[in-house]
């Protein structure tokens, strides 16, 4: 059996409507017949609608590159200025079904969290200082939501969390989370493994106590993925890690107490600042110990940030808060949906059908069999 796949010519569905109109001979009046109920007020349907929000939202296309691809495939002209007016419009389409993520996301029992650049313009004037702007995402295994915002501070490390999360927060050692109480924190291991090797790589003693921290570092990892691969019980990591721990805490403990002179900025006085800063945090290394749903590392939300990393990259951030808020509302639904495994373009179409018919929005919740 021989196959050959190819794709047909593809041409838009046009649907035109004539609406007739006519002026009174005595007032002057113009009178026009309505749209047949259920008739997109606007110019596009749902599918066209929901394709753009993909484009863009999921595989990090341009305005102009959207445009292009839309006339060179699919035989539709249009302009970026409807370009982004549709993206609007989807936007305006996911507004409650993402605050209802976001309301869920924040009564997990662990979650992880993550910011990284995300530039916003001053096309709308909310932004004439010309700050940089930030991307942060809350994750948890079925839900991903994201916010643009002009800050990297607490301030809104806190509004993204909202006053309801009690969890448990995976995070970096990033001084935002600080306000969090230590045992409501874990601090990514792969990150504080990044600190011990930047000590590992300067010269002398430095290099001495580095290698030592990443020692131990692998045999924490090794004693975790025991764990994770059914090979000693809980109990056994606890018991496995107690050495570990302490070993660490001495090493850490031993650099910070050999200090360095004020205002020395050699690079043993970077190690010195680097550990004074892990033992500040030291509890917060291990919370993963007493909750077996913790993981030791802040992957989930790194790897939910990759991909508006890589949109970044590609393109010139938004240009607008209104830009910011799409942007944020589109990631939060296509990632949600990719870490479910449902149709984003499905998806998409059912929530504008539902936002222009009055019905209520298909929800980003899991999904009861």
């Known amino acids: 059996r021989h196959q050959v796949i190819d794709i047909p010519k593809i041409k838009p569905f046009v649907i035109e409507h004539q609406l007739h109109r006519l002026i009174c001979s005595h007032c002057h009046t113009s009178t026009r017949a309505e749209l047949p109920a259920g ?13 753009v929000g993909l484009l863009g939202g999921v595989y990090h296309l ?47 029992t662990v979650a992880h969290m993550d910011e990284t650049g995300g530039p916003i313009g001053n096309a709308d004037g909310n932004n004439p200082e010309r700050k940089r702007g930030w991307l942060w995402v809350l994750v948890t295994p079925a839900l991903a939501v994201f916010h643009l915002a002009l800050s990297r501070s607490a ?54 106590m580095g290698r030592r921290l990443l020692e131990l570092e692998r045999q924490m990892f090794e004693q975790w993925h025991h764990w994770r691969e059914g ?12 050495p570990i721990r302490q070993a660490i805490a001495k090493t850490l403990q031993e650099v910070s107490d050999l200090g360095f002179s004020k205002r020395e900025k050699t690079p043993w006085a970077s190690t010195v600042r680097t550990c004074r800063k892990i033992l500040k945090v030291e509890p917060a290394l291990w919370t993963f110990l007493d909750h077996p749903d913790v993981e030791p590392t802040n992957n989930a939300a790194e790897r939910a940030l990759r991909p508006a990393v890589i949109h970044r990259k590609l393109s010139y951030g938004v240009q607008s808060q209104r830009g910011a808020l799409c942007q944020g509302r589109l990631l939060t639904v ?20 539902a936002h222009k018919n009055g019905l209520p929005a298909p929800s980003l919740l899991p999904q009861r069999d």
Request: hydrophobic share 40%.
């Open 231 to 242: 090979k000693i019980s809980r109990q056994d990591l606890k018991i496995c890690m107690q």
């Open 155 to 208: 301030e809104v490390a806190r509004d993204v969390l909202g006053g309801a999360f009690e969890g448990i927060l995976v995070t970096d050692r990033y001084g935002a989370y600080n306000w969090l109480p230590l045992n409501r924190r874990q601090i990514c291991w792969a990150h504080i493994k990044r600190d011990f090797t930047a000590i590992a790589e300067r010269t002398g003693v430095n290099k001495e």
């Open 334 to 353: 296509t990632t949600t949906l990719k870490q479910q495994g449902r149709d984003a373009m499905a998806f998409l179409v059912e929530a504008w059908e």
């Open 39 to 51: 008739v997109e007020s606007g110019g596009f349907g749902p599918q066209l609608s929901a394709l």
């Open 62 to 108: 341009s305005h102009r590159k959207v445009q292009r691809l839309l006339d060179q495939f699919l035989g539709v002209e249009l302009s970026t200025g409807a370009i982004n007016a549709i993206r609007c419009r989807v936007s305006e389409s996911l507004a409650t079904l993402v605050e209802e993520a976001a309301a869920a996301i924040r009564k997990e």
